[in-house]
């Protein structure tokens, strides 16, 4: 049985972050970088999937919504998905539609997706 990992994080309209997507691999990912340079953003995208408590005042200058995805792997034919979108009026929806309860008590919305290749 192998252990999942965090394969993929998807930010849109986040703060400053316009639209990113990582692809990261198994094992240890270290994030370095310039004071500024947006780091702790994707630890706040990490903490809002996780179903962690993320400000309105989070979603990016001029946008609807902010959107959080993590996708998770572990080597089988499945990924787990992880969504959240955060209103820029503070109301957070969790996608897609299989809801699953995080250990702190907060909805989280869970999802498989068959992994491509």
């Not at 947006?38 to 993320?54: C, I």
């Not at 979603?59 to 990924?79: P, Y």
């Not at 959240?84 to 702190?104: D, F, K, N, Y």
Request: glycine share 14%; net charge positive; charged share 30%.
């Amino acid at each position: 049985m192998s252990r999942r990992h965090i394969a993929e994080l998807s930010v849109k309209d986040l703060a400053l972050v316009s639209d990113l997507r990582l692809e990261l691999g198994p094992g240890l990912i270290v994030l370095t970088g310039e004071t500024g340079a947006g780091k702790s953003m994707l630890v706040d995208a990490l903490v809002a999937v996780g179903g962690g408590r993320v400000a309105a005042g989070m979603v990016r200058d001029g946008a609807d919504r902010a959107r959080v995805e993590a996708v998770f792997a572990d080597g089988d034919a499945d990924d787990l998905v992880l969504s959240r979108e955060i209103g820029s009026r503070g109301r957070a929806h969790r996608r897609p539609h299989h809801p699953r309860v995080h250990p702190r008590g907060a909805r989280l919305g869970a999802g498989r997706r068959a992994r491509s290749g």
